[in-house]
């Protein structure tokens, strides 16, 4: 164990932190977690260009990569769908805090406190339930040398790759460089930067505003001319010698990827290509950021040709963000065929995508029909439900997707097909895979790009979008939700997602023959007492009160402890547990 790992370790057995008990899982409210992304959005914003980019090369990897913020909240993530989905069963996810406080010993909160990069694999996280990860983390500073938040790479322990934290240090690198050239009027980097230091392609740059006053550092220049250089001016010698680097700070990325997204991105620099244009997805409503994530993949697909596969409970939009990939895409004005795989009887799934010539079954049409890949021309064709097709139909599928080309049932002629496909399931392929239900084959074919849509009581969006149902469903007449009626909303768990919503909403229009829908007229399925609380999401002050129960609980009763872990001062302490009514048993209480 690296001796940063062993510290955090004793940082963890200090605060009474159980290995082996389930590790604080609270995932901030919604509003909260809204408030923290409009907090960091400078960070999100120049983070996103470079974590899309990277987010096809994670897709199958089963590896995902992560922005926290300073305070150890995770902000975005991407990656591959089947390990996001795991990481989520330990809340490794969008509204999580992974400091060590409440995750013991990993990747995101250790580097946080070390403020260095660093890996922590398997059994070196502190609770047991981590220890089936391997995460690497790297720190990301301001220009001025600020702590701002932290780039992970996670994975399952088994697929460690020791690149991981070197791709998180190149990410963190990467930002830190975009914020000095947003930052600084001017950029150069200094002498010497060809030499040894060019090999491993980082170049120490020095921000200088208008009176050419050092206003930003990287790491390098940092270790060259130290913090205390920031507000002085470089000497006559060194302003001379350094190059002028604020159009060419693509030579400071590493990989030919990382080149592009620098130029694509670069704010500030004169020979910037054109930001492709992302198409709004405009049927599509909602402001979650799982959403948010998901559609802006959505929105990228549409401009490439690759084959989308569209993964989410049944209800969850999969049909409707289908139809917007190929709305706003270049096939917009060729059909758009939907074929459910589920509904197609095993024995005529190929007369049906590929088609049949006359008189090749009883009860065929006499002059036969083209199938739906044919259909669909140079427009898209939509396979939903692909996890219930046929293990005959999948080998057929396959074929077509390899060779390019459809034969007719009874003919022995085979025709060339242009349509893109996208296709879509509320099943686990893997695990169908595992139980032999599913072609790995057809699935990494159909996977390009993989987009997992949340189920509703996943969102922090409900009411926005039940809002937006109702503008559709009472056009003539537009209705309004009372509070009441809001918070029931809210606190259910859709099994049905937003098809269910939609119906729940038709009905209340109806019954609230009005204007205004009320608590009476939303009537849901029964399932609401049942139901676990919508994202069982505390609310702020409920959080507030279990952090400071449980730091003083930790520090047994040592007030300025618990005022350490909670890492606020003693005198707020005090004053929040007066708020909250919370004493401290006199035998216990310490200064
Ligand atoms: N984000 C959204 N904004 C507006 N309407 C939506 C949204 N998501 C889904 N819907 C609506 O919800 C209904 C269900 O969506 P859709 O049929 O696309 O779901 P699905 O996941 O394909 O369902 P299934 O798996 O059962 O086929 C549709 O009427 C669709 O228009």
């Given at each position: 164990?690296?001796?940063?790992?062993?510290?955090?370790?004793?940082?963890?057995?200090?605060?009474?932190?159980?290995?082996?008990?389930?590790?604080?899982?609270?995932?901030?409210?919604?509003?909260?977690?809204k408030e923290i992304i409009q907090e960091n959005h400078p960070l999100i914003q120049e983070s996103l260009p470079l974590f899309n980019k990277l987010a096809p090369f994670l897709l199958s990897t089963e590896h995902i990569a992560l922005l926290a913020d300073r305070d150890g909240n995770i902000i975005h993530t991407v990656g591959d769908p089947v390990f996001a989905t795991q990481a989520q069963k330990v809340q490794l996810q969008i509204g999580a805090n992974w400091t060590e406080d409440y995750k013991g010993t990993n990747a995101i909160g250790t580097a946080l406190i070390a403020q260095q990069p660093i890996s922590v694999q398997g059994d070196q996280h502190y609770f047991l339930e981590n220890r089936f990860l391997s995460c690497s983390a790297a720190p990301i500073f301001s220009p001025t040398g600020e702590l701002l938040g932290v780039v992970d790479i996670s994975t399952r322990k088994e697929y460690t790759h020791?690149?991981?934290?070197?791709?998180?240090?190149?990410?963190?690198?990467?930002?830190?460089?975009?914020?000095?050239?947003?930052?600084?009027?001017?950029?150069?980097?200094?002498?010497?930067s060809t030499d040894?230091?060019?090999?491993?392609?980082?170049?120490?740059?020095?921000?200088?505003?208008?009176?050419?006053?050092?206003?930003?550092?990287?790491?390098?220049?940092?270790?060259?001319?130290?913090?205390?250089?920031?507000?002085?001016?470089?000497?006559?010698?060194?302003?001379?010698?350094?190059?002028?680097?604020?159009?060419?700070?693509?030579?400071?990325?590493?990989?030919?990827?990382?080149?592009?997204?620098?130029?694509?991105?670069?704010?500030?620099?004169?020979s910037q290509k054109p930001?492709?244009?992302?198409?709004?997805?405009?049927?599509?409503?909602?402001?979650?950021?799982?959403?948010l994530q998901a559609k802006m993949l959505g929105q990228k697909a549409a401009q490439v040709d690759f084959p989308v596969l569209i993964l989410g409970e049944s209800g969850t939009g999969k049909e409707l963000f289908a139809q917007m990939i190929h709305e706003?895409?270049?096939?917009?004005?060729?059909?758009?065929?939907?074929?459910?795989?589920?509904a197609i009887s095993e024995n005529l799934i190929e007369s049906e995508l590929f088609g049949y010539e006359s008189g090749?079954?009883?009860?065929?049409?006499?002059?036969?029909?083209?199938?739906?890949?044919?259909?669909?021309?140079?427009?898209?064709?939509?396979?939903?439900?692909?996890?219930?097709?046929?293990?005959?139909?999948?080998?057929?599928?396959?074929?077509?997707?390899?060779?390019?080309v459809v034969t007719p049932v009874g003919s022995n002629q085979s025709r060339p097909i242009h349509?893109?496909?996208?296709?879509?399931?509320?099943?686990n392929l893997p695990e169908e895979i595992r139980a032999g239900r599913f072609r790995a084959d057809l699935y990494y074919r159909l996977k390009g790009v993989s987009i997992h849509l949340p189920p509703l009581r996943k969102r922090c969006d409900i009411i926005q979008l039940a809002e937006h149902l109702l503008q559709q469903i009472a056009k003539d007449q537009p209705c309004v939700l009372l509070p009441e009626a809001k918070a029931k909303l809210a606190s259910y768990s859709w099994p049905g997602n937003v098809r269910e919503l939609q119906?729940?909403?038709?009905?209340?229009?109806?019954?609230?023959?009005?204007?205004?829908?009320?608590?009476?007229?939303?009537?849901?399925?029964?399932?609401?007492?049942?139901?676990?609380?919508?994202?069982?999401?505390?609310?702020?002050?409920?959080?507030?009160?279990?952090?400071?129960?449980?730091?003083?609980?930790?520090?047994?009763?040592?007030?300025?402890?618990?005022?350490?872990?909670?890492?606020?001062?003693?005198?707020t302490l005090y004053r929040k547990m007066a708020e909250y009514q919370l004493t401290v048993p006199v035998n216990q209480e310490k200064p």
């Open positions: 164990m690296s001796t940063i790992v062993q510290q955090s370790w004793k940082r963890c057995q200090e605060s009474n932190l159980k290995a082996w008990e389930k590790a604080n899982d609270q995932i901030i409210s919604s509003k909260r977690i020791p690149f991981a934290l070197t791709i998180a240090c190149m990410i963190a690198e990467a930002l830190q460089n975009r914020f000095l050239y947003a930052s600084a009027e001017r950029v150069i980097a200094l002498p010497g040894a230091t060019s090999s491993s392609g980082k170049v120490p740059l020095v921000g200088l505003d208008r009176d050419e006053r050092i206003v930003g550092l990287n790491d390098l220049a940092k270790q060259r001319l130290g913090k205390a250089a920031l507000g002085t001016r470089l000497s006559p010698e060194q302003a001379r010698a350094g190059r002028d680097v604020q159009d060419n700070r693509q030579r400071f990325w590493g990989t030919q990827a990382a080149t592009e997204a620098a130029s694509r991105n670069c704010a500030a620099a004169p930001q492709p244009v992302l198409k709004p997805f405009p049927r599509l409503a909602g402001s979650c950021p799982l959403f706003t895409g270049p096939r917009a004005q060729e059909p758009f065929i939907a074929v459910n795989c589920s090749a079954f009883t009860g065929a049409n006499r002059e036969g029909r083209i199938g739906k890949f044919e259909a669909a021309k140079k427009g898209t064709i939509f396979l939903d439900e692909i996890g219930d097709m046929s293990l005959r139909g999948q080998a057929a599928l396959l074929r077509v997707l390899q060779e390019k349509a893109r496909i996208i296709a879509a399931t509320h099943r119906g729940v909403l038709v009905q209340a229009a109806f019954l609230s023959d009005g204007e205004e829908i009320g608590e009476e007229h939303i009537q849901l399925e029964g399932l609401a007492e049942e139901a676990e609380p919508v994202h069982a999401v505390p609310s702020l002050r409920e959080s507030e009160l279990a952090a400071i129960r449980r730091a003083l609980d930790s520090s047994g009763g040592n007030v300025s402890k618990a005022a350490r872990l909670l890492q606020i001062g003693r005198n």
